[in-house]
């Protein structure tokens, strides 16, 4: 495992001179020093200071602004007389709410009964949750919307008592609609208090929103690079005709090239759909994520792949929503015209799945179509090699993304000079075999077969999303029986497709890719004690190969 850059440096938690609550909760967590954001921003905010920070989400840049929160409170409550509302996270969107929520749980864990942290983000009725806000929980968390929302209920007040605000995501807050929001939001609080931002980019509007609630801040820019030293994220990226697409993911899949969790983008939800109809008749079982699912789906899509219950995720980023919804609209005036889907599921504009979203232990991120700027790339490909983790990006590039490519291989350059995005080398003849199949397959997914599986999804997580609200609140041990990864197309299922026949194969493979038998293969060495260790290692090197860069197992030299 790479050594974080602190590790190096020798920064510790306990040299931060943290609560021993603090650092309980974080040695549980496992986390043996800062990340370079933590290591930097803790000991600033913990003195007071107003901070700016760039820090790209994986950087541990939640807890760099959690840590301090929670240790001042703690302080702050040895003197204080009553409970008060002191601090407030506001995060453009629910999910990302719902993680630092998790992620403040955490911190917090051994002095729950100390602090206490409420999400308001969620969509259940604003009285709902005014009981909970009344016990003025130390920390408040929920969208600027939200927030505003509560303040006018007179759920909420915080003129009187807000210490600390942090706004995480920052460059975001405006392209999500919280505008408008977050300035009116200002004049409910005191005036004097502590600021964070957090944020990927220092755009304009991080410009603007940094006017509006820092004073004097010190601006963080570590010099961290954009994405995970080539060290830990093997980048690759193979150019193929559209139809290759499909050919290549359903074998690279099948003969188990990508292994560990996986999350596969796609640039559109018809093609989410497309993807999935398509895996399902080989027996790959996908959840999907888009902007027109509930949210309440959503995070329990991203909760139940974390907890390592699905492998796969076909996430579609329609780049739209990170352009103030231009296509949204476009689109949606498409669909008024009677020429779009049918779909009456509204996509939601908060959603945005390569950002910011804590997808834990993920080994690989497939662009199976390339992203539409280098920005996006980043994110897409921040998800995978996240903390101290290993991680591969294998991006497919036809023949109209080629530009698109070269645009980030301009950006991303290691420091020999040459792009980090290297070839991923191999024949395309070796998996011709299964091209026969691969179209079979395509056949069956039809427009028709996307829209009714479009509509038939939402239906169903509508439905599921209902049941999260309210059944599954009491009952939270069921909420694992919930699946999301279920068959949307049942009759298309061929139970031949399921399994690769020995002949398909190709040669490089036989033998190579781990089988039943090979698996067995050390324990019937071990009876006659003859060749053990010859045949453990190599069957150990080659599960170790595998699964540190399983892209890497199926390098051929080829026309490519
Ligand atoms: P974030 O950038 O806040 O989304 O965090 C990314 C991931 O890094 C999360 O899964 C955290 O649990 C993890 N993380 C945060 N700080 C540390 C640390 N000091 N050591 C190891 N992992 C960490």
New binding site residues.
Partial sequence: MAA?KSEINGATFRGMGLDDRVLKA?AK???????LI?EKAIPLALEGKDILAR?R????????YAIPLVQKILTLKETAREQATRALILVPSRELCS?AFK?IQEISKCCSKEIKCADVSGQVDLSAQRPLLMERPDIVLGTPSRILAHIQAKNLSLQNSLEMLVIDEADLVFSFGHEADMRALLSHFPKIYQAILMSATLSEDVKTLKKLVLHNPITLKLAESQLPEADRLSQYQVRCIEEDKYLLIYTLLKLKLIRGKTIIFVNSIDRCYRLKLYLEQFSVPVCLLNSELPVNSRCHIVNQFNTGLYDIIVASEESSLFDGGKRDEAEERKEKKGKGQKVKQKKDKEYGVSR?I?F?NVSNVINFDFPESVKSYIHRVGRTA???KMGTALSFVNEQEQDLLDNVEQELIGDDGTPLIKPYQFKMSEIEGFRYRAKDAMRAVTKVAVREARVKEIKQEIFNSKKLKAYFEDNPRDLQLLRHDKILHPAKVHSDLKNVPEYLVPKALRGTIPTTSRRKAPKRAAADGKGVQKRESRVAKMKRKTEEDPLQSFKYKGKN
């Fill in positions: 974080s974080l967590l496992g986390w043996s020093s800062p990340t933590q820090a989400t994986g950087s541990g840049k939640t807890a760099a993680q992620n910011g804590d834990q996240r903390g101290e």
